[in-house]
Every structure is written in C-alpha cells, then in structure tokens.
C-alpha cells in the first residue's frame, strides 16, 4: 500500500538490461494496479520496477506468446 499520493515511474527490462516499457503513472494513497503491456513483446523473463525516487518494488514477470 502506497502511503501517499504521487508519481510513480514504471519500467520494465529485459534481463540483460533492455528497457522494453517505461511511463509514469498517477499514484493513489492504499492499493493500487497497473498495467503493463506485453503485445510485441518477445517470450521471456522480464523485471518490472515501480519507483517513486523515494521507494522501489520491483516483480519479475514472464511473457509468453
């Protein structure tokens, strides 16, 4: 749960380091969710970061076509 309200930035990279996505997003105080697209992507394991410069979550995600 986010403690305040803000910004966040959203990235999500490959595993050798490639950003694939990245955007930022509107930040509610409590529970909130994102989407990140994956069309176009490649099939593989990828690390999605969310980070306000103050905190950072990252979830690793796989795609698969």
Do not use: C, E, H, M
Request: proline share 6%.
């Amino acid at each position: 749960d986010a403690p305040a309200a803000g910004t966040v930035q959203i990235v999500l990279t490959d595993l050798s380091g490639r950003i694939a996505y990245r955007t930022a997003a509107p930040l509610a105080k409590g529970l909130n969710v994102f989407g990140v697209p994956t069309a176009g992507l490649p099939a593989g394991l990828y690390v999605v970061t969310v980070t306000n410069g103050q905190w950072a979550a990252s979830a690793k995600l796989t795609v698969q076509q």
